[in-house]
């Protein structure tokens, strides 16, 4: 075996990419992350992050232009030991896996591929789609190591899971099992094998069963709040000192890139009889619309014409990230309902300051329980699922 001292990441300045980047840049690998994001190739070589990534800066300075290199230019391929796919698989309008969008990446850089290469993909994937890329790369007769790894790590938390998770390892073959399993264990404390096939499971249904235990929390929200009872204390009274309980989330807005796009995934899979992954998807989905109601009661009924404060637009807290923020959902129904939405957020710059939002609201949803929330008292009519604001 070859051994493997050189890197490439394509989709490598993305919420994956830069932690990896890192993590293997930390462990003594040359990296390269080449992306199509002109902005956050920029700003990675002026040692800038483009979004947040708790102890992303300190690598960044430390193995930029060093060992650590970010670039738009593919020719970087060529001189690679291992080139690694993150970049995403969206489902389309009707809730399906778009796996072209996986074979079109490997086709537009499969001409600065060697076979001598480990190829690994990193993206969630589509059950089926690491053997359908090693059968479109067969047919144009190109025999690489192909392998499947799939990325766990929490948003904004990637530098610090990627040490502590085990590494779902697959290959297609030995060889690239072997070769995915010695990178992997110079970064992951553990190395846990598996088929393609597994491992594509693995990686769905742990996103499936996150989904899926927002969705009771969300729900057991919904029956105690439809029956006029106090869901936190129901809440504290069920986990307090109970130790099956002990990880019962609380009830918030279940949005981001992954969760809901994977429990699709696995429905579309599953011929669409996954239906613990449907209920959830409505019940989730539901909450925005839910927070809408609670508020429009407690404010007579209508919302038409009044200022309607969301205080928190992306889609976790502590974090700037807005991808498929159920925030936007909330401010699109509050539209349709005719108010004057005044959306803020901490994280973001484009939106109205804490202290003007709270001046001029009449009504504020919650949308995110940013650190920066939890001391306030608010004197409107608030709608809070996450239990964040104190009731006088
Ligand atoms: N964000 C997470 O925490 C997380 C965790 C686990 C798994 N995943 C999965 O990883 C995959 C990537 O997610 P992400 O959050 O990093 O997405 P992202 O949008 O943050 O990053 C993708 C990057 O790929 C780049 N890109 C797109 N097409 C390209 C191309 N043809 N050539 C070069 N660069 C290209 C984009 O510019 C972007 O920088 C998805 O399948 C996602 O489901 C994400």
Not at 83 to 97: C, K, S, W
Not at 280 to 308: C, D, R, T, W, Y
Request: glycine share 6%.
């Amino acid at each position: 075996m070859k051994e493997i001292k050189k890197v490439a990441i394509i989709g490598g300045c993305g919420h994956v990419g830069i932690p990896l980047g890192l993590a293997l840049a930390d462990r003594g690998f040359t990296v390269t992350l080449l992306d199509k994001n002109e902005k956050a190739v920029q700003l990675l070589n002026e040692g800038k992050l483009p979004f947040i990534e708790d102890g992303a800066e300190v690598l960044l300075r430390k193995y930029v232009n060093k060992t650590l290199f970010i670039t738009m230019d593919p020719v970087c391929l060529k001189e690679q030991h291992c080139v690694i796919f993150v970049t995403g698989t969206p489902v389309d309008e009707h809730l399906n896996a778009k796996v072209h969008a996986v074979l079109d990446v490997v086709k537009e850089y499969l001409p600065l591929l060697t076979e001598e290469q480990l190829i690994v993909l990193r993206s969630t994937l589509y059950p089926g789609t690491v053997r359908i890329v090693e059968n479109m790369l067969l047919r144009s007769n190109f025999k690489c190591k192909l392998a499947f790894c799939p990325e766990r790590i929490l948003q904004g938390k990637g530098i610090k899971e990627i040490f502590e998770l085990p590494q779902l390892v697959s290959g297609c073959s030995e060889e690239a099992e072997k070769e995915a399993s010695f990178l992997f264990g110079k970064v992951a404390k553990k190395i846990i094998l598996l088929s393609p096939e597994e491992a594509e499971l693995a990686k769905l249904m742990t996103n499936s069963w996150r989904y899926l235990e927002f969705a009771i929390a969300n729900q057991f929200y919904m029956i105690a709040e439809a029956h006029g009872v106090d869901f936190y204390k129901v809440y504290n009274a069920m986990t307090d000192d109970y130790p099956r309980a002990r990880h019962f989330p609380r009830p918030g807005l279940a949005a981001g890139p992954c969760l809901f796009k994977d429990t699709m995934q696995l429905a579309s899979y599953h011929d669409n009889g996954f239906f613990l992954g449907h209920s959830a998807m409505l019940v989730n989905e539901g909450l925005p619309n839910l927070l809408v109601e609670q508020l429009a009661k407690k404010m007579g009924g209508s919302l038409k014409n009044k200022k309607i404060a969301i205080l928190g637009m992306t889609f976790k807290a502590n974090n700037d990230d807005i991808r498929e923020s159920l925030s936007f959902k909330i401010r699109k129904l509050l539209e349709q309902k005719m108010a004057f939405v005044l959306p803020s957020d901490p994280y973001l710059k484009e939106t109205l300051p804490l202290e003007k939002a709270l001046e001029e609201a009449e009504g504020i949803i919650i949308g995110t329980p940013h650190d920066a929330y939890k001391e306030l008292v608010l004197s409107v009519p608030f709608a809070d699922c996450w239990g964040i604001i104190r009731k006088e």
